[in-house]
């Protein structure tokens, strides 16, 4: 058994990792100690950009896998906005704070970055 650290967008996973044999081949055991939860979403206040005041954008890359709000539609902080598909996990970006969908700046099945801009609140 061997540990190692592996960093992960700057998250660190403790991890033991077993050698069977000698043909190369390595089981990855469970993770030690995961890291507290990151958000999805991070926040930035502007007056010049998108439709809304408050920008909801990706914390990570990857497809957009559903649109789960409207325009229009009123929110609490913590409801999910957009659903993006990251290595394989479905990870929903959430309203930071209470208000209302100003915009919807992506679509189903986009290619999106990490810090992209998915939709706007005010």
């Not at 996973?13 to 043909?23: L, R």
């Not at 609490?76 to 598909?85: F, L, M, N, R």
């Not at 208000?99 to 986009?110: E, P, Q, Y």
Request: no cysteine; glycine share 10%; aromatic share 2%.
């Amino acid at each position: 058994m061997k540990s190692y650290t592996i960093t992960v967008n700057g998250v660190a996973y403790d991890v033991t990792v077993e050698e069977k044999g000698t043909t190369g081949s390595a089981k990855v055991a469970p993770v030690v100690a995961a890291p507290a939860a990151k958000p999805a979403a991070a926040v930035q206040t502007t007056a010049n950009t998108g439709a809304g005041s408050i920008q909801v954008k990706a914390g990570a890359a990857g497809k957009v896998f559903s649109i789960d709000a409207s325009v229009g539609q009123a929110v609490k902080a913590g409801d999910a906005i957009v659903t993006i598909e990251a290595m394989k996990m479905e990870i929903p970006v959430v309203a930071p704070e209470d208000g209302t969908v100003a915009s919807i700046d992506v679509a189903v099945g986009d290619s999106i970055e990490s810090g992209a801009v998915l939709a706007t609140l005010n």
